[in-house]
């Protein structure tokens, strides 16, 4: 049986796909649009924030169409929470995040995928335990904090070798 | 744990909003006096993104896969090469 975001795709990115074709842009736009939307949904079903007023495929198609005319504009779609945006002070471009997540995927990957199951899919320690390996949630906690460690510890490094 | 992951806690409680406002003001205090730690809790800001930057991206890219999962059936290949 197909993953419920399959059926919402088939269902609902042929719509998208012609409305943006209508509005004059490409299928490669459309697609970059409906999956940032695709995002949203999602993120904002796990945070329980999503007030579905009508059905998914409306919210889906409603949220993709402001996307790609934020793309228009050159405006990011997706803000972060506050408590994680940059400073004003300390601006961090795009391009340097994007760098030094490469090199974060080069030597801390098994870390990234921990702390994204921690932070980002909130499973429980003991999930994690479980699948890393870890002898027991407690285990997986010391872990966890030994992962933020390790990769604050390379961006502080790639930081100074940039400046 | 060794006292740098308690650390590490402290400042994961600090950048979620976890703490009191007392203990925050405190926090708050620690960083104006102490530039090392505000260059820790900032490299810890940015591990954060990252880590939401790196969950994103591992998500368009199972978008990716169901995309051209659905290309390969005929019905929905068809419906997108009527919108071109």
Redesign the interface.
């Known amino acids: 049986m197909d993953?419920p975001?399959?059926s919402l795709?088939?269902d609902s990115?042929?719509d998208f796909?012609?409305l943006v074709?209508r509005m004059g842009g490409s299928?490669e736009q459309a697609?970059d649009s409906f999956?940032d939307a695709?995002?949203i949904y999602?993120e904002k079903e796990k945070a329980g924030t999503l007030h579905l007023h009508s059905t998914p495929k409306a919210y889906l198609l409603g949220t993709a169409r402001i996307c790609w005319l934020q793309t228009l504009k050159n405006k990011p779609s997706?803000p972060?929470p506050d408590?994680?945006e940059?400073?004003p002070d300390?601006p961090?471009s795009r391009e340097m995040?994007?760098n030094?997540?490469r090199s974060?995927?080069r030597t801390g990957k098994k870390c990234?995928h921990l702390?994204?199951a921690f932070?980002?899919?909130n499973s429980s320690m003991q999930d994690i335990a479980t699948r890393f390996g870890f002898n027991g949630s407690r285990s997986a906690t010391?872990q966890k904090?030994?992962c933020?460690?390790k990769?604050?510890?390379e961006?502080?490094t790639e930081?100074c070798a940039a400046n | 744990?060794r006292s740098?992951?308690n650390e590490?806690?402290l400042i994961?409680r600090y950048?979620?909003?976890q703490l009191s406002t007392e203990d925050t003001q405190t926090f708050e205090a620690s960083l104006m006096a102490n530039g090392p730690l505000a260059?820790?809790v900032?490299?810890?800001?940015?591990?954060?993104?990252?880590?939401?930057?790196?969950?994103?991206?591992?998500?368009?890219r199972r978008?990716?896969a169901?995309?051209q999962?659905?290309l390969q059936?005929p019905a929905?290949a068809r419906?997108?090469k009527?919108?071109?």
Do not use: C, G, W
């Not at chain 2, 810890?44 to 998500?59: D, G, M, P, S």
């Open positions: 993953h975001i399959t795709y088939r990115f042929p796909a012609r074709r299928l697609k999956h695709l995002l999602l997706m972060l408590t994680l940059q400073s300390q961090e995040e994007e030094l997540l974060l995927l990234l702390l994204k932070y980002y899919d010391v904090y030994k933020l460690e990769l604050r510890n961006i502080k930081l | 744990m740098e992951l590490i806690q994961d950048l979620f909003r260059e820790r900032e490299a810890q800001r940015i591990t954060h993104r990252l880590v939401r930057l790196f969950a994103r991206k591992e998500h368009l978008f990716e169901i995309y999962q659905l059936e929905f419906q997108l009527s919108t071109t």
